[in-house]
């Protein structure tokens, strides 16, 4: 178990849209105060009019302000100054009254003056009462609806037209048809759209449009992402790459808009190219009970933009998956994803040119390119570019500066059956069965012609759980396998188990994994491949997703399904019995590479074969 990690949330983000909100209250506030009265900070003293009028005719008052319904004045008595507050009358007679009065200023007269009431403008007032709040609040929703946006993964909320669809300008992909290995049969097809796309006159001219959509359809790993960007580096144009599970958003309708905010984008941009990738994420058959809304808005929308588009315009529509059989049939259908690009696991000749391609980037000696290829028969470009890389990790753990063929052999290893196991030690006797197990396996395959020959045994403890096993690596690749072949797989499978049985006198929990995979095998060919003589040419399996592990379902009753599992059962003992019988006759061969693999631990297909020749024909 791993441990858990303490709960790293990130420092709640600061709330920056108060600031602007703050702003506009300290302007708000500075205003104000620049349109108080001026008479501020001296000490005022209220009083009323009568006395206001006693004061002015006694002859003491140096100054009168009249502001607004109130009126200021200050009375100087001898060296003390005081200001009076008092409320204004409406008194005819106050100015002659105060041109009259005696006053202690220099010229006699009192000073009085009245300001004009300082009125707000109507342009500040507009801006204080409409256009400041309005501002603060465009200020809040920006805010909000941002941190919305960025908690819901992207999309725009409530603002139409920005809906993040990446865009790659045509210099930032270097990715190139070189790049990708093997798959001939794709980079032809996708040539044409690159060619297109270059010169889409050429095509205008005789009438003809080019398929609007491609759909790139393999097991995971067989490189569709890579060609699809290697289709825009080749083809120099924008790259619109979205990845399908980006277009099912929280809300229904979002995607949609997401969709037709694409397509618009790439309207205005083309000739260009729209990648869409995993696109089984909302191109899933409508027909299930449980409807997603969401899923189902983005995907008419999908349908309807690539109607609405031009095919002469110059934009192609790219789409991959591992999952064809799930996608909807409109989607499929002539006008849409009209062209279908299998990308299929690489052969021997594929895994080769991938295998070079990626030790082009590292730094290697002469390796046997040939015998990796051979011994990685079904894994994906993506998994030997991982080979290549362990084994450059590999190299550097060792302190070299290449890369060896021991190092990619190793690694294969490392990517089959797990890294080394150093630590786990056996009993004496573990050893012993671990070895006469994988001799037999050995031993069986290795006397059926039909097999592949032994490249390596070991009885290393692997981190998969693996306590030994045995390396076959087939010469050629075979399109075509018999029954025989199947047969003779099922009697190698079981040759494990055989050996344990047959000279250790034991049984061990071993050879799990050996049953699952026989089992499996017979099942298929009595299923599938119409080769038990009771149920003839009968189909009796449908594959669910032949790219995705090929789960398989029944198509057949219960009874039948019974009489199955009787069929493979007879199938499964006969290879057994075929493979203890071969055991038990070469017991000196098993004895002797047994005995050669729990000293080295290690025995190579050239030593194993040795051995079993030697016995074999003794003469030679
Ligand atoms: P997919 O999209 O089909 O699942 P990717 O395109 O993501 O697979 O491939 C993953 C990686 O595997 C690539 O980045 C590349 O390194 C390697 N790869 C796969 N196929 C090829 C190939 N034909 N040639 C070279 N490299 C490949
Ligand atoms: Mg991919
Ligand atoms: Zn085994």
Redesign the pocket.
């Known amino acids: 178990m791993e441990q858990q990690k303490p709960n790293q949330q990130e420092p709640p983000k600061r709330d920056n849209y108060y600031m602007p909100l703050l702003g506009g209250l300290l302007i708000v506030l500075l205003i104000n105060g620049l349109l108080m009265p001026g008479l501020r900070g001296k000490q005022i003293v209220t009083t009323d009019y009568g006395t206001f009028v006693e004061k002015v005719d006694s002859g003491l008052v140096t100054g009168v302000v009249i502001e607004g319904d109130n009126i200021f004045f200050t009375e100087k008595n001898g060296e003390r100054e005081t200001t009076f507050q008092t409320g204004s009358m409406d008194d005819p007679e106050l100015v002659d009254r105060l041109l009259q009065a005696k006053s202690p200023n220099e010229d006699g007269h009192i000073r009085f003056l009245r300001t004009v009431p300082r009125e707000n403008s109507p342009l500040l007032d507009f801006l204080l009462w409409w256009v400041l709040p309005g501002l603060l609040f465009y200020a809040i929703w920006r805010q909000t609806s941002k941190s919305l946006q960025a908690r819901m993964g992207g999309g725009s909320f409530l603002s139409p037209g920005n809906s993040g669809a990446k865009i790659y300008a045509d210099s930032s992909i270097k990715t190139t048809f070189a ?5 001939d049969e794709a980079k032809d097809a996708l040539r044409e759209i690159v060619d297109f796309l270059h010169k889409p006159d050429k095509y205008a001219r005789i009438g003809a449009t080019l398929p609007k959509g491609a759909l790139l359809v ?1 097991p ?7 060609i699809a960007r290697a289709v825009a580096g080749e083809a120099k144009v924008p790259f619109f790459a979205i990845s399908g599970s980006e277009f099912v958003q929280m809300f229904v309708g979002m995607g949609a808009a997401k969709v037709r905010d694409l397509f618009k984008q790439a309207g205005d941009k083309a000739p260009c190219i729209i990648f869409i990738d995993e696109i089984d994420a909302i191109g899933k058959k409508r027909d299930t009970a449980m409807g997603n809304d969401e899923r189902e808005q983005t995907l008419n929308q999908l349908l309807t933009e690539m109607d609405g588009f031009d095919g002469r315009k110059g934009v192609v529509i790219l789409a ?1 998956t ?1 999952r064809p059989e799930s996608l909807d049939k409109a989607l499929l259908r002539p006008g849409r994803f009209d062209r279908r690009i299998q ?1 299929e696991l ?1 052969d021997l000749e594929g895994r080769k040119a ?1 295998l070079n ?2 030790l082009k980037t590292v730094q290697h000696e002469q390796v046997d390119v040939d015998l990796v290829a051979r011994a990685t028969a079904g894994s ?3 998994e030997l ?1 991982n080979i290549v890389n362990e084994a450059a990790l590999r190299a550097v753990r060792a302190g070299r500066d290449r890369v060896t063929t021991a190092d990619l052999e190793e690694s294969v290893e490392t990517v089959i059956a797990g890294a080394q196991k150093k630590g786990k030690v056996l009993s004496e006797e573990e050893r012993k069965i671990v070895s006469y197990h994988e001799t037999g396996h050995a031993l069986v395959a290795a006397l059926q012609t039909h097999s592949a020959p032994v490249h390596k045994i070991t009885i290393v403890p692997r981190t998969s759980g693996a306590l030994g096993y045995t390396m076959q690596v087939d010469s050629g690749e075979q399109a075509l396998l018999s029954r025989e072949d199947l047969f003779n797989r099922i009697a190698t499978l079981t040759g494990g188990r055989a050996a344990e049985e047959a000279i250790c006198h034991t049984v061990t929990t071993g050879a799990s994994n050996d049953i699952e995979q026989a089992t499996r095998l017979a099942r298929a060919m009595v299923t599938r491949y119409g080769m038990s003589a009771k149920y003839d040419m009968m189909g009796l399996e449908t594959v669910n997703n032949a790219y995705l592990g090929g789960d398989t379902s029944l198509a057949c009753s219960a009874d039948t399904a019974a009489d199955i599992d009787r069929e493979v059962l007879q199938l499964i003992q006969e290879a057994h019995a075929k493979a203890r019988e071969l055991i038990t006759t070469h017991a000196d061969i098993m004895h002797e590479a047994a005995g050669f693999l729990l000293e080295k631990e290690t025995i190579t297909g050239d030593e194993f074969m040795a051995i079993v020749n030697k016995h074999l024909h003794p003469g030679n």
């Not at 995971?220 to 890579?226: A, E, Q, Y």
């Open positions: 790049d990708v290995a093997g798959q393999g995971p790993g067989t490189g569709k992402t890579l991959a591992n990308m690489p991938i391609v990626h994906s470009g993506a570019a």
